[in-house]
């Protein structure tokens, strides 16, 4: 499992700006169908991207813990992209929990710096895995767009 094939889908998340005129100006954003909040809390997340892009993933699930504010917050014409982009994330983010890994340590394992607890729980490892697959989906991909 590549952690940069699910780093690639969230850098997605800057194609779900629009509604944001990217300038400084809160009435442009306005104009363009986004509140003011809307474009604050995405310049937010942008910064937790990047964070997560370095290869910091202990931003990964407050990055994640995001999405539904701003799936909340989205003008209507790509509120119901938020959240399927939204949903597919925290169900990764879940079910690498569910599995005791997360998605930090799941790069420490991959450079072989450290092995795989003894104890790991493979089901739930495999459902974490099947989850990240799922980011990849038609559906999702088509969100971000």
């Known amino acids: 499992m590549k952690i940069s094939r699910m780093i690639a889908c969230a850098v997605a998340v800057s194609a779900l700006a629009a509604g944001c005129g990217g300038g400084d100006d809160d009435k442009a954003d306005q104009e363009d169908g986004a509140s003011s909040t809307y474009c604050t809390d995405l310049k937010s997340v942008a910064s937790d991207i990047k964070r997560v892009q370095s290869g910091k993933f202990d931003q990964f699930g407050d990055m994640v813990g995001k999405f539904p504010t701003l799936a909340d917050e989205a003008p209507e014409s790509i509120?119901?992209?938020w959240q399927i982009f939204s949903q597919a994330f925290l169900n990764v983010e879940k079910k690498f929990a569910d599995s005791g890994i997360s998605?930090?340590?799941?790069?420490v394992y991959q450079s072989g710096e450290k092995k795989l607890p003894k104890d790991l729980d493979l089901a739930k490892l495999e459902a974490a895995a099947t989850a990240y697959r799922g980011i990849a989906t038609e559906k999702v991909v088509a969100a971000s767009k």
């Open 103 to 107: 998605l930090g340590d799941l790069a």
């Open 79 to 81: 509120k119901e992209d």
